[in-house]
């Protein structure tokens, strides 16, 4: 038995997203693209193609996860840090990212083992289950109608750039108008 399979619990998951606000949604469906990541690396552990892997990580880093991080750090956690009782966890939260930022780091530059390459899904799909049940839940609970519909408008100008990138041959990514669309 897989250990993801178990924790990130697709019907769980399921449940949370459609319990979701629609204003944490875009984070939410971003949250799935990864768990997605860890939950197959889980199931191909012991990895044979190591290299692949790692580029695959590095990748949706590059595309999507570090447009979010940069969207939670600068839209979600200020707006949570007005509540007292969620500011440790967004400490914690703000620690993840940029332990998970030198995981991400080590996979662009081939450093990872298979091991550690497996302990790094286990800690993404830790730290999005954090994020899925204990802040989103409180701040859709803490927030008015008004401060989450403004977060959201926040977050969606945030993440306009993930939006608009595109993988181009080589594992790069570059803004839709460089590639002239």
Known sequence: ????DNRVGWG???RIFMLRNKNLIPLSRQHQHALALCVRIDRASPVEDLEAWQAEVALQFRSE???HFAA?????FPAARRFPELTSLVDEL????ARLRSSFAAAE???LSAAELAAFAEQ??????KEERQLFERLQELLSEEQIGTMGRELETALQEATQACAVPGGKIAPAAEQGN
């Open 94 to 97: 703000l620690g993840e990212h």
């Open 109 to 111: 530059s081939r450093r």
């Open 124 to 129: 993404l799909a830790s730290h999005i289950r």
């Open 65 to 67: 996860i570090a447009i």
């Open 12 to 14: 769980t998951l399921e």
């Open 72 to 76: 939670e750090e600068k839209v979600v």
């Open 1 to 4: 038995m897989h250990t993801l």
